[in-house]
């Protein structure tokens, strides 16, 4: 069964670093989103990508935070500059058209120094 | 008053209880609703949604929602320990596709 996939699965960096986080959507799906979840809260909505544009953000995706289609498989979240309160799981999310059937990664634990 | 609540537990039932699981939220303009499944360290499976009042059933899971009283409901028959997870509830209006989630209600499944 096809599924997402996310790389790495932990991620450590110091305050102020820029990271990547990277992501697999499921091969035809066309709709790609990131949420996070810190540890012991709930999932946070950050932002929806479809055709090459955000379609939608939260207020926590600010200009820190930007995304990237930069080939046909991968959808990157990049952060530029770290701050402790980044640190959480971040997820990946697809779905082949704009629908409510969203399929979630495994996450990429971010910890931020 | 938070957009969406939900008691976190943890709910512990015996196999083959009935578990009920319930979201309360404030907006109204919520129109869309889905229940999801995380185990430990991995991301959430959705489970179910519905898209009006009523009830929805799949095999052993049945979701519920009361507009009216801005409150839904997921019922898990015949509980197994493979039911052991924490259950997200999540939901949004009509206009967007930023979903609010729930913090979970972490249930266990005792043998």
């Known amino acids: 069964e096809p599924e997402v996939t996310q790389t790495p699965s932990h991620q450590v960096t110091q305050m102020g670093q820029e990271v990547i986080l990277r992501c697999v959507p499921i091969?035809?799906?066309?709709?790609f989103y990131w949420y996070r979840q810190i540890l012991g809260q709930k999932v946070e909505f950050l932002v929806s990508f479809y055709n090459n544009e955000i379609s939608e953000k939260s207020e926590i995706f600010d200009d820190q935070f930007s995304v990237e289609r930069p080939d046909g498989s991968n959808f990157t979240l990049k952060i530029r500059s770290t701050k402790l309160e980044d640190s959480a799981m971040y997820f990946c999310?697809?779905?082949?058209?704009?629908?409510?059937?969203?399929?979630f990664g495994p996450g990429t634990r971010l910890t931020v120094l | 008053q938070k957009e969406v609540e939900q008691d976190p537990g943890p709910l512990s039932v015996p196999e083959g209880a009935i578990v009920s699981l319930n979201c309360t939220y404030s907006n109204s303009a919520f129109q869309y609703f889905m229940w999801y499944r995380q185990y430990s360290r991995k991301g959430p499976e959705l489970l179910m949604y519905?898209?009006?009042?009523g009830n929805k059933e799949d095999g052993r899971f049945t979701a519920q929602v009361d507009k009216s009283s801005k409150y839904i409901s997921l019922f898990i028959r015949d509980s197994q320990p493979s039911d052991s997870a924490t259950y997200l509830c999540?939901?949004?209006?009509?206009?967007?596709?930023?979903?609010?989630f729930g913090t979970g209600t972490r249930l266990k499944v005792l043998a």
């Open positions: 519905t898209y009006s009042s």
């Open positions: 999540a939901m949004r209006d009509s206009g967007t596709y930023k979903y609010i």
């Open positions: 999310a697809s779905t082949p058209e704009y629908t409510d059937t969203q399929y």
């Open positions: 091969s035809n799906h066309l709709y």
